[in-house]
């Protein structure tokens, strides 16, 4: 069984810095791609951030030069630092993640962390 959980959030203030962490468990062979949703109160979920193959990340419009994806492959973990926060960044925050659990078989898989919350204010 494979979770993806996510810690991080909180409160800070306009102009502030959090820094997210998705880690996997589970029996997993290999990590495909990574990313963020998010979703805000009364809106639908919105894509931030995912990994893309052979290249840089894939960023929103909307966090493009404020937020940054890493990951630990070692760790199974993926981060997002967030800077420069705006009140418009409150949301609750979704780790996805496509996964490939056994290597006699190129079939991935999608799993979602329980999502944690960011809220920007003063």
């Known amino acids: 069984q494979v979770q993806l959980v996510e810690s991080g959030g909180g409160l800070v203030q306009p102009g502030g810095s959090l820094r997210l962490s998705c880690a996997a468990s589970g029996s997993i062979f290999t990590i495909n791609h990574w990313g963020w949703y998010r979703q805000a109160p009364g809106k639908q979920r919105e894509f931030v951030v995912a990994?893309?193959?052979?290249?840089?990340?894939d960023y929103a419009d909307s966090v493009k030069g404020r937020f940054t994806l890493s990951s630990d492959t070692a760790k199974n973990t993926v981060y997002l630092q967030m800077n420069s926060l705006k009140p418009e960044d409150t949301a609750v925050y979704y780790c996805?993640?496509?996964?490939?659990?056994?290597?006699?078989?190129?079939?991935?898989?999608?799993?979602w962390g329980q999502g944690t919350q960011v809220t920007v204010s003063s």
């Open positions: 990994t893309a193959s052979g290249g840089s990340p």
């Open positions: 996805f993640a496509e996964i490939r659990l056994v290597a006699s078989t190129t079939r991935s898989y999608a799993y």
